[in-house]
């Protein structure tokens, strides 16, 4: 899941207030270290920290609620707006269309990943990306760009002796919508990679130059960003390995504060990994509020099967539609994150029910799991109750695994049965969580 600890910390926040029997001086002041506390440790700027919770502070005991809304609703919504201001308060601005972008930044910021990253999200989105090995310097570079786009399957072009003569025969070469140029990096912004990422931009006249800076670096973001963009220009930011440290909310703070908008985030490892940025959605996860929207378009991108997800979501579902919809979901990147895009369901208890490893199913497991479904007789994959010993046995022989596969199968298609049935089953299906996920893909009306 993103930002873990901010994210359980901020959840705790908010319970606190729920929780509030009186909301007064001493109960907002509490609330306010709790909320300084949990920001701190995700090296968010002391000052920084200082002056929001103290804007919150005069809110809640100098205004007066809007009509219809108690001080304590009045305090979850003061507070969840701070923080949206506070993390970037608008979405940064990102078309789907021909373009050139130029990605820049320090050395082991990210730069050749993302860039990967950005061609698979544009591709998935209708349009044709090619990527350009712009860092001659750093060894290898130019072969892992090259792997990243035989991965993704789009074109490369790195013929050339120096960054500019790379650019310029890529430009007239190439005929794709979207060029990404990956640019080098250094260890420190010094004059001589100053000088060739103004001759890149001169070239390449970019529509887009990206600061790609690393979450672990937290509140130094605010300076690299400030200086990137004295020098070329920037147009936004994009926060990598966001899944990997500590320091994410001080980093996403910090380059919100230099005035640049952060548009994307690395979210993990994966291709699909990267999640464009809108503090709105990203202040709703993070609180354990969701992001249905986020879902959605992962959904669709997947191609998610909406009949079947339907029936998984009221807990009647085969062994078919059980596997169908795990590589739909697989598609879609990490199930831990997609589940904690569905509202209220990360903190009502149910996630803790399913089964241990569940919620990043590899890929291995699920290669077995299609042998042995395939191995069972159609009466089997409708109704799994019946599998027993000696049909374990049969299955586990014909699919060439093992019996305790077999096993292992049945034992988690039962379990996630019933924490769906429990979760999406009957009158929770109407008014739970996951009802507004359903009404949300057009499949509701049950």
């Known amino acids: 899941m993103v930002l873990d600890r901010l994210g359980s910390g901020l959840k705790d926040t908010f319970k606190r207030i729920a929780g ?7 109960a907002v002041e509490m609330v306010i270290r709790d909320l300084q506390r949990v920001l701190l440790q995700s090296d968010v700027d002391v000052k920084m920290v200082f002056e929001m919770t103290t804007r919150i502070k005069e809110r809640i005991l100098k205004e007066k609620p809007p009509t219809g809304l108690t001080l304590k609703e009045y305090f979850i919504r003061v507070l969840y707006d701070e923080l949206v201001a506070f993390l970037g ?9 021909p373009q050139k972008i130029l990605l820049i930044g320090l050395f082991a910021s990210g730069k050749t ?13 209708g349009l044709s990306p090619a990527l350009v090995g712009c860092d001659v310097h750093r060894p290898a570079a130019r072969e892992q760009l090259s792997q990243l786009a035989e991965k993704m399957d789009v074109p490369v072009y790195i013929d050339g002796k120096t960054a500019e003569e790379t650019a310029e025969n890529a430009l007239s070469e190439s005929k794709e919508d979207v060029i990404i140029f990956d640019s080098a990096g250094r260890n420190a912004l010094d004059e001589e990679l100053a000088a060739e990422l103004r001759n890149l931009g001169e070239i390449i006249k970019p529509d887009e130059v990206l600061l790609v800076i690393p979450a672990d670096i937290g509140q130094a973001a605010r300076r690299q960003a400030e200086e990137f963009s004295k020098l070329v220009g920037i147009t936004g930011i994009i926060i990598t390995k966001m899944d990997g440290t500590a320091k994410a909310g001080g980093a996403l703070a910090a380059a919100a504060a230099s005035g640049a908008k952060v ?17 709105k959605r990203f202040v709703s996860k993070l ?10 378009e992962k959904a669709k991108n997947a191609g998610f099967n909406e009949d079947a997800a339907k029936r998984m979501m ?16 697989q598609g879609m990147g990490s199930l831990s994150k997609m589940l904690d895009m569905i509202p209220g369901l990360s903190s009502s208890g149910l996630m803790k029910k399913m089964p241990a490893g569940f919620m990043d199913v590899q890929e291995e497991k699920m290669k077995k799991w299609k042998y042995a479904i395939d191995s069972m007789t159609p009466e089997e994959r409708e109704n799994p109750d019946i599998i027993k ?12 695994t093992k019996e305790s596969d077999i096993r292992d199968l049945l034992k988690n298609f039962k379990q996630i049965k019933k924490v769906m049935k429990m979760a999406g089953g009957g009158k929770g299906l109407k008014r739970g969580p996951l009802a507004r996920l359903m009404k949300q893909m057009g499949v509701g009306g049950i």
């Open 314 to 329: 009221e807990g009647k579902f085969t062994l078919n539609e059980f596997y169908e919809q795990l590589k739909s979901m």
């Open 263 to 279: 548009k994307f985030m690395g979210v993990g490892e994966k291709p699909a990994d990267l999640e464009q940025y809108d503090p």
């Open 113 to 125: 990943t993302t860039a990967g990253k950005l061609a698979k999200w544009f591709k998935t989105r």
């Open 20 to 26: 509030l029997g009186v909301v007064d001086k001493k």
């Open 89 to 97: 308060e608008e979405q940064g601005s990102f078309s789907l269309k």
């Open 287 to 296: 609180i354990g509020y969701g992001d249905i929207q986020g879902l959605i």
């Open 389 to 400: 010993n000696t049909r374990i046995s049969r299955i586990a022989k014909g699919s060439g």
